[in-house]
């Protein structure tokens, strides 16, 4: 019985509408391709969106406790002991017990790793860099107005506090 419900099918789903302004086209083609960068980094690293998302974090924070990462991660820490074991089955991180106390174990990114994904992105960092490094002052100044609203935007989706007020220019 196919084709006679309306319900399934070609055109039966309606995503959100295509922005008509063509920033907004812009700032969705940008979401969407972040997303599938993290993806293809991910395939790469042969682990999956919650693990890139915790390596991420690692990254990004440095070595964390696996209660921590799970708190950063918003999971349960079973959860996140999962995750650590995954990845450091597959050599992205290893734990450590805390010098000053060697009841707490840190999880950290293998240096390997890292220079893995990296590697990866440094087409995109280094052409990004080429970019800003064309913008005028004048440009810089309206981008970064620009971008500092639109992470302020995401922030307050995402339930992020708002950032501390930037002092005022000089």
């Not at 395939?43 to 890139?52: A, F, H, P, R």
């Not at 209660?67 to 597959?90: F, N, S, W, Y």
């Not at 107005?145 to 992470?151: G, K, M, N, S, T």
Request: proline share 11%.
């Amino acid at each position: 019985m196919t084709g006679s419900d309306p319900h399934c099918g070609p055109g039966a789903w309606r995503g959100p509408p295509t922005p008509s302004d063509p920033i907004a086209r812009r700032l969705k083609t940008i979401s969407m391709l972040t997303r599938q960068i993290g993806r293809k980094i991910g395939e790469s690293l042969g682990v999956n969106v919650t693990d890139m998302a915790a390596l991420e974090h690692l990254l990004n924070n440095g070595a964390m406790t696996p209660g921590q990462l799970a708190a950063h991660l918003k999971v349960t820490t079973a959860a996140a002991t999962q995750i650590v074991d995954r990845l450091e089955r597959a050599g992205h991180v290893a734990r450590e017990r805390r010098a000053n106390d060697r009841r707490k174990i840190c999880v950290m990114p293998v240096p390997a790793s890292l220079d893995r994904a990296f590697a990866r992105l440094a087409p995109m960092i280094d052409g990004l860099d080429g970019v800003i490094a064309g913008l005028s002052p004048a440009e810089r100044q309206v981008i970064e107005r620009f971008l500092d609203q639109v992470v302020d935007v995401y922030g307050a989706v995402a339930g992020l506090p708002p950032p501390p007020a930037a002092p005022p220019p000089d």
